[in-house]
């Protein structure tokens, strides 16, 4: 697995935008990969959903959130990482009911509102 990660990452150029954060998120502590919130709050900033990063408020009652529910991932996957980019939401690792989904990276457009298999290297 090691060396077919390498394999497929020495194919990505060293300037390529999402390589940093690709590799962030294959690290083996989960504690050093992004987690939702932080992936979900850049995306909220970046299609202006909301001003700034969400602060801690004294009045909870004053505050006004708005959300949506993206559709089920057409592989279920439990504890994957999540990287985004432009419009496009990765989800990749983690772990599936049928093993060789595991290798399989989803990504859901979230101007289309639809998600696609990205096709494996060969």
Request: aromatic content about 6%; glycine content about 2%.
């Given at each position: ?44 900033m970046k299609y202006s959903l909301i001003a700034e990063p969400l602060k ?67």
């Amino acid at each position: 697995e090691i060396e077919r990660r390498a394999r497929d990452l020495s194919k990505l150029p060293d300037d390529h935008p999402l390589k940093l954060s690709i590799l962030q998120c294959l690290r083996d502590n989960h504690k050093e990969r992004p987690d939702i919130e932080t992936v979900k709050v850049k995306l909220l900033m970046k299609y202006s959903l909301i001003a700034e990063p969400l602060k801690k408020v004294d009045d909870v009652q004053s505050l006004q959130l708005t959300s949506f529910q993206l559709h089920d991932l057409p592989i279920p996957t439990a504890f994957p990482s999540v990287l985004c980019d432009s419009h496009l939401v990765y989800v990749f690792g983690g772990a599936c009911v049928d093993i060789k989904d595991e290798n399989k990276v989803q990504v859901f457009d979230l101007e289309e509102l639809t998600w696609t298999i990205l096709p494996q290297p060969t």
